[in-house]
C-alpha cells in the first residue's frame, strides 16, 4: 500500500480537540475522505471517518485491519498537518 496523497484541512474556528480534517488516495486509485484530527491527552491522532448508528454510538465505516496501517496513516496526516502548520503546533500543550 502507498499512500500516493494526503489533504489536510485545518479548522478555521477554535477548537480545543478537534483541530481539522483529511483526506488521504491510497495507490492513485482508493480514496477516504472524513478523517479527523484530534488532539488527545498526550498526543495528537486521527479518528477514521464514521457513521452515528441508532443506540448513539459511533461505528468507524473505514479502518486500516493492523497497527502497521493506522501509524503509516497516522504518520502521513500528521506530518501533513504539521507541514501547514509550519511546526507551530505542540502535542503537549
Known amino acids: 500500500m ?5 489533504k489536510v484541512k485545518k479548522l478555521e474556528i477554535e477548537n480545543k480537540r478537534l483541530l481539522g480534517s483529511a483526506s488521504i488516495v491510497i495507490d492513485n486509485e482508493f480514496i477516504i475522505t472524513g478523517i479527523k484530527i484530534i488532539r488527545g491527552d498526550n498526543r495528537l491522532f486521527v479518528a477514521m471517518p464514521s457513521e452515528k448508528m441508532p443506540d ?4 468507524d465505516v473505514a479502518h486500516p485491519l493492523n497497527m502497521e496501517c493506522r501509524q503509516k496513516l497516522e504518520n502521513a496526516i500528521l506530518k501533513e498537518y504539521r507541514r501547514i502548520n509550519e511546526g507551530i503546533i505542540k502535542e503537549n500543550e
Not at 2 to 6: D, E, P, Q, W
Not at 56 to 59: A, G, L, Y
Open 56 to 59: 448513539n454510538t459511533f461505528k
Open 2 to 6: 502507498k499512500i500516493t496523497s494526503v
